[in-house]
């Protein structure tokens, strides 16, 4: 009986030292939320070669610890993002949100008007929980006529204004217009691209991080 209780009083000794040491990790680490579409979910490309990734190895190298959170998915609008982030907001609790959503609903033609709305009420959300949000635009084709992309420019800059929020004006900036950084489709960086897309995202995230 002894020895058994010896045994239980190592084990629970075990357990405790572990979870006591566990936990300053845990309390200290920072999250940043990604939630985007296509070109931030490494369309076409491997998953560690994709800008997201290239942040978490950056943020890697920080302390105290910061975890990046990538909720993109291909495909994702305004709409069904703002469906997806309260229950994301919850669970992962994060103190940044990247928010780079809108292509997807400028090249299906859908009304600027419900994407602003979407995207106003996703912001604020992100503010009512005390996170900081870095918007994050993206630009059409040129077929797309210029009163339309125009306008779509004109959402995130007005957002980025009345809500206060950091805003990178279009991810693809620097290399849009170069084909050896664009794949066939030409929406879609090539993984030689990523570390460009990357650098435009840091430009204006890391002064959320201070």
């Not at 890697?60 to 909720?71: F, I, L, Q, S, T």
């Not at 995130?156 to 664009?182: G, I, N």
Request: charge should be positive; aromatic fraction near 6%.
């Amino acid at each position: 009986m002894r020895r058994v209780l010896g045994l239980l009083a190592l084990l629970w000794m075990g357990w405790s030292g572990a979870t006591l040491a566990a936990a300053p990790k845990t309390a200290a680490t920072r999250t940043i939320l990604v939630l985007g579409d296509s070109l931030s979910a490494a369309h076409n490309i491997a998953a560690n070669q994709g800008w997201v990734h290239l942040l978490e190895v950056r943020l890697g190298k920080m302390e105290p610890p910061w975890r990046v959170v990538n909720a993109s998915i291909s495909g994702e609008t305004t709409l069904s993002g703002r469906h997806h982030l309260p229950a994301l907001l919850e669970t992962y609790k994060p103190n940044v949100l990247v928010l780079e959503l809108g292509g997807n609903d400028g090249l299906r033609g859908l009304p600027l008007a419900a994407m602003k709305d979407n995207l106003a009420a996703m912001i604020d959300m992100a503010h009512q929980a005390h996170v900081k949000v870095l918007l994050v635009g993206i630009e059409l084709p040129v077929n797309y006529g210029p009163r339309y992309r125009e306008a779509l420019r004109g959402v995130y800059a007005d957002l980025a204004r009345s809500k206060r929020t950091a805003l990178v004006p279009f991810l693809l900036e620097k290399v849009a217009l170069d084909p050896s950084l664009m794949q066939a489709d030409g929406l879609h960086p090539t993984a030689a691209g990523e570390p460009t897309v990357f650098a435009t995202v840091w430009a204006q995230l890391a002064p959320l991080l201070r």
